[in-house]
């Protein structure tokens, strides 16, 4: 088994914005996401996940994976949610460092 190096961006942020980081992930030219149910506690505020769910759906809160083998990629989903989001809406997002088996799916 030879495994190879790739970046996993990672957004967390408000389903309400899901389909425009979607169209930016997309547009980048990832071949595909991974979209999460998250809850927690940051500097806007505590969000629940099913144990003590949103009023209203759109308000909770997402975890976004994609995994890329380019990094200069992950660095311009990550640019382009940023600037266009997190002025207005809460969200964080990183790069993790990872290995997969199959480079050829990402």
């Known amino acids: ?6 970046e996993k961006v990672v957004v967390i942020t408000e389903k309400l ?11 980048a030219g990832a071949k595909g996401y991974t979209i999460i149910a998250a809850g927690g506690k940051g500097s ?3 969000r ?10 759109d308000f909770s809160d997402v975890k976004i994976e ?10 311009a989903i990550m640019t382009k949610i940023t600037e266009t989001y997190f002025t207005d809406y809460s969200g964080i ?7 997969v088996l199959r480079p050829s799916k990402f």
């Open 44 to 46: 806007h505020a505590f």
């Open 93 to 99: 997002t990183y790069i993790e460092y990872i290995e």
């Open 1 to 6: 088994m030879q495994l190879h190096p790739a």
């Open 48 to 57: 629940a996940t099913s144990e003590r769910a949103a009023v209203v759906d």
């Open 66 to 75: 994609v995994v890329v083998n380019d990094k200069s990629m992950a660095e």
């Open 17 to 27: 914005i899901v389909k425009g980081v979607v169209e930016i992930i997309e547009a």
